[in-house]
Every structure is written in structure tokens, then in C-alpha cells.
């Protein structure tokens, strides 16, 4: 059975590369969701904290099975959900460009979506 073949493996996959990719490259990452880093050159390490979080969640999810692969997957169905959260006081506080906070807010929206999918078909 591929990875790809089901929502928590994709789910997984997907975390492990934003994982990888926002620890190695947090500038490009930052541009994505439309974060000025010039403007604030200490975004890379909020950045990599992120992208640990997202990389460990990826592999517990990878590695485990039954309740513990599905505590993992709740684990992450949380962070996405506070991530919308996140977005939405960003989107309204001003802290974030409108344009960043709905392309931030969309891609924990399809996160949690895939998530939710993951646990149901575990």
C-alpha cells in the first residue's frame, strides 16, 4: 500500500516535507505566506520552531498504528485547528497581510480537513 494511497499517510508526507522544507529554507517559506522577512529578520526561527512541530508530527503519524497512530493524528488535527485560529486574530489584529492570513488559514483548513478524513478511515 503507497503512502499516498490514504489521507494519513498523504497528511503525513505532506507535514514531513513543510517540516523539512520551512527548517531549510525558512525564507522561502516565509514568502509563501507572505511574510516580509526582511522586514524582520528573526521570522526564521518562529519559522524552524514550526517546522519541527509539523516534521514530528508527520513521523508519529508515519510510525505508529492503531490508537497511538490515532492520538497522533488528533495531536495534529489540534495544531491545525489552532493554526485557523491563529489566522483569523492575525487576519484581524493586522499582524498579518490578508493575503498571508488566508493562505495560512487555507492550508491548516486542508490539514484539518485531511486529518479529520485520517481519523475516520483509521
Known amino acids: 500500500m503507497s503512502l499516498f494511497s490514504n489521507p494519513g499517510g498523504q497528511l503525513a508526507v505532506g507535514r514531513i516535507v513543510i517540516g523539512i522544507g520551512s527548517w531549510a529554507v525558512p525564507r522561502l517559506v516565509e514568502r509563501a505566506f507572505g511574510i ?17 512541530r509539523d516534521l514530528i508530527l508527520g513521523l508519529g503519524v508515519l510510525n505508529t498504528s492503531g490508537d497511538e497512530r490515532k492520538r497522533w493524528l488528533q495531536a495534529g488535527l489540534a495544531c491545525d485547528l489552532a493554526d485557523i485560529a491563529a489566522a483569523g486574530v492575525s487576519a484581524k489584529d493586522g499582524s498579518l497581510p490578508p493575503g498571508a492570513a488566508l493562505f495560512g488559514g487555507a492550508a491548516a483548513v486542508s490539514g484539518a480537513a485531511l486529518g479529520l478524513l485520517a481519523l475516520r478511515s483509521d
Open 36 to 52: 516580509d522577512a526582511g522586514a524582520n529578520p528573526a521570522a526564521g526561527y518562529p519559522m524552524r520552531l514550526f517546522a519541527v
